[in-house]
């Protein structure tokens, strides 16, 4: 029998065609067709370009991997966002920064049209943001810790805010004993470091409850992941996104990020493993199985028995609470330690509305002074001079014609609240402005702290607004309450207040020190 032969089919090939002699022979309609199919990419590439926003601070030809750029972004962000304003007026601009090409939007009408923009990410940009694809920063990524952390918040956090106010108070009483201690005598601290590891036991209390709330070793891991978690990822930053996978074995920052989250994984572990074991066991002896009231239990109800890691989880809503919470408790006291006659107006409505309402959920919503002057704090300070921070799922075409290509990033520039045309001396602290405009006809809901819109974008607006701001806000003004009752505060000698720019970043100098001591409280807020 003999070998089967190939058919012709199987052994065709350009080379024995005549495929390339004929191009050969006539090469003219080939180069012509070849060329229009050049034009008509590049003219379509073109009119594509032509639709983005004009940008700011290209990289130059030579800027490999735009290193310069982002430098250059990093020092001066702020006048990049002010020239964008006074040049462009409403219409948007790309900025080169040290995360990408970003379109940055007026706070007008296209902010409110991409607010609920269901093809505008916010985890996802995050997630790209903060490097959630490299270990170590898993606390950032969009499926491992957001998609957990966002049902815990909504379905369960705000859902049990009443429940939450006893237990907040009570830690805030230990929290400041053991941070301040309880001498007369006036003692430096540095407000930076006590505003982190304050909120830090206050958010504990209620997400770990009491088995961790007040274990040193987890309180100072997550503070101190919170705090070098932005520093490594601001440093990976400054290297091609390419690379960033192999840098970041060996940048010192990015090493300890891991071995701080390796830290809290064996941690949290530990207490996952004993409530199962314990629930197990109360099944088969027929006890009503355990069911704590804190984060640890919302998520293991929230997971329905599907794997998760309760580390990143946790990590991950430490993070959104520390850090922009501790930011703007830390603005708050530099604001109220230049203004001591603030301070004394906030203890009177502290003592006059807590005798009345005890430390209740209602008796925190009329603390109106207090809300006011966080809100004020935040409109002058944003941890960000930019908010909303999305990448395109898909093309976004835009009602004045702007495109925002799939891939790319948008944010929109927090401006209005420095703009004289919608408050009265913008470049002025009034601790009491927001408290006034609850008088004015057709602003009473705006003036509240938790209130978001254009013209009050701290918690950002629409689909992504922060669901946990109803929580912040709380467990602001009960850190505030006891600090201010049981405390005095004044500026050292050689105290300035100092706001950093970096990028688009907003921080106050973290080496900032001043004077504090315990003082007689006229009520004792404890027993509320």
């Known amino acids: 029998m003999g070998s089967a032969q190939p058919s012709q089919a199987t052994n065709w090939s350009w080379i024995d065609s005549d495929v390339i002699p004929h191009i050969t022979a006539q090469p003219l309609p080939y180069i012509v067709t070849v060329l229009a199919a050049i034009f008509v990419a590049y003219s379509a590439w073109s009119a594509r370009l032509r639709k983005l926003p004009p940008i700011l601070n290209a990289p130059g030809r030579f800027d490999i991997g735009a290193s310069l750029a982002k430098l250059d972004f990093l020092q001066r962000a702020a006048s990049l966002l002010k020239t964008a304003t006074d040049e462009f007026g409403e219409k948007p601009v790309r900025i080169a920064t040290d995360t990408g090409s970003l379109i940055v939007l007026p706070p007008n009408h296209l902010a409110q049209e991409i607010r609920n923009e269901p093809n505008l990410s916010f985890f996802k940009s995050s997630e790209e943001d903060f490097h959630g694809k490299l270990p170590g920063f898993e606390a950032f990524n969009a499926e491992k810790a957001a998609g957990m952390l966002l049902k815990v918040t909504r379905n369960q956090l705000t859902k049990y805010l009443t429940k939450v106010t006893k237990p907040v108070s009570l830690e805030a009483s230990f929290a ?134 309760p580390a990143v989880y946790q990590i991950g809503l430490s993070m959104a609470a520390i850090h922009t919470t501790s930011d703007l408790l830390n603005q708050t006291l530099h604001n109220l330690i230049q203004r001591p006659e603030l301070i004394n107006d906030l203890r009177k409505e502290i003592i006059e509305v807590l005798q009345n309402e005890g430390m209740t959920k209602p008796a925190l919503f009329n603390l109106k002074l207090m809300d006011s002057v966080l809100k004020e704090t935040q409109r002058l300070k944003p941890i960000k001079m930019t908010t909303m921070h999305r990448i395109a799922l898909e093309d976004i075409t835009l009602s004045d014609g702007t495109v925002i290509p799939k891939g790319s990033k948008c944010a929109v520039r927090s401006t209005k609240r420095l703009d004289p045309n919608v408050y009265d001396n913008p470049a002025e602290f ?99």
């Open 176 to 309: 400041l004993h053991n941070l301040l201690g309880e001498s007369p005598e006036w003692k430096e601290i540095n407000v930076m470091q006590t505003s982190v590891r304050y909120v830090s036991s206050l958010s504990s209390r209620i997400f770990l409850g009491d088995e961790l709330c007040r274990n040193k070793v987890w309180l100072e891991t997550t503070s101190q992941y919170a705090i070098n978690a932005m520093h490594a990822v601001k440093k990976l930053r400054l290297y091609p996104k390419f690379s960033r996978r192999f840098v970041n074995w060996f940048l010192p920052e990015c090493r300890l990020v891991r071995r701080l989250l390796n830290e809290a994984r064996v941690i949290i572990q530990e207490v996952i493993d004993r409530r199962r074991a314990e629930k197990i066991a109360a099944a088969k002896e027929g006890r009503p199985i355990p069911r704590p009231n804190d984060a640890i239990e919302w998520a293991e109800e929230e997971s329905n028995d599907d794997p998760y890691d």
């Open 430 to 528: 009034d601790g009491a402005r927001f408290m006034h405009m609850r008088d004015v006809s057709g602003k009473a809901n705006q003036a509240h702290l938790v209130t978001t819109g254009t013209e009050s974008l701290g918690f950002g607006h629409g689909l992504h607004a922060c669901p946990g701001r109803f929580f912040a806000a709380n467990e602001l003004k009960i850190a505030l309450a006891h600090l201010l009752l049981k405390y005095d505060l004044k500026p050292t000698k050689d105290y300035a207040h100092k706001v950093i720019e970096l990028g688009f970043d907003l921080r106050v100098d973290p080496t900032t020190l001043i004077l504090i001591r315990r003082r007689e409280a006229e009520i004792d807020v404890d027993s509320l």
